[in-house]
């Protein structure tokens, strides 16, 4: 099979994708937040974690204020 080599488009999406994950940190999709933040889920589970009283009834917004954020 002969070797293909990338087009100037392709080194330069590669470059771009490159260079965004690095600005991002490089997160993978196991921690994956939304464009509000961590979810609902995710704080719920790190108040649980915190032993934080009262979560279950708690807005997202209340879990965000008793964890500091």
Not at 1 to 23: A, C, G, L, N, V
Not at 30 to 53: C, F, V
């Amino acid at each position: 099979m002969p070797e293909q080599s990338w087009s100037d488009k392709r080194e330069r999406q590669y470059e771009h994708i490159k260079s965004s994950q690095q600005k991002r940190g490089g997160r993978r999709s196991g921690n994956r937040q939304g464009p509000g933040g961590p979810t609902k889920d995710q704080l719920h589970n790190e108040a649980n974690e915190r032993d934080i009283k009262g979560r279950s009834r708690t807005t997202k917004k209340g879990l965000q204020n008793a964890l500091g954020r």
